[in-house]
Nanobody, 115 residues
Framework: QVQLVESGGGLVQPGGSLRLSCAAS????????MGWYRQAPGKQRELVAA???????NYVDSVKGRFTISRDNAKNTVYLQMNSLKPEDTAVYYC?????????WGQGTQVTVSS
């Protein structure tokens, strides 16, 4: 059984920063990819950023230069540092763990960017 627990969401003003964390526990295959997705009201869930076990990253164009994904393999934890936040970043952010043949999702954490 694998569990993903997210934290760090909240309300922030435009231009502000937040740091999301996602800790994975349980029987985790050592070679995996972890990622952050988001879903805004009325929109489809989209990939925000992902990071492979070796540290290779990819980002959606809209967050490049503002968000940074990182991971601590010893702690099975992935982070998303979000800077220069915009109102359009408002969404529920979900953590995803990808191993061969299976994906696991966290419960989501709300990020609201508003003045």
């Amino acid at each position: 059984q694998v569990q993903l627990v997210e934290s760090g969401g909240g309300l922030v003003q435009p231009g502000g920063s937040l740091r999301l964390s996602c800790a994975a526990s349980g029987s985790i295959f050592s070679i995996n990819t972890m990622g952050w997705y988001r879903q805004a009201p009325g929109k489809q869930r989209e990939l925000v950023a992902a990071i492979g076990f070796g540290g290779r990253t990819n980002y959606v164009d809209s967050v490049k230069g503002r968000f940074t994904i990182s991971r601590d393999n010893a702690k099975n934890t992935v982070y998303l540092q979000m800077n220069s936040l915009k109102p359009e970043d408002t969404a529920v952010y979900y953590c995803k763990l990808m191993v061969p043949g299976r994906d696991y999702w966290g419960q989501g954490t709300q990020v609201t960017v508003s003045s």
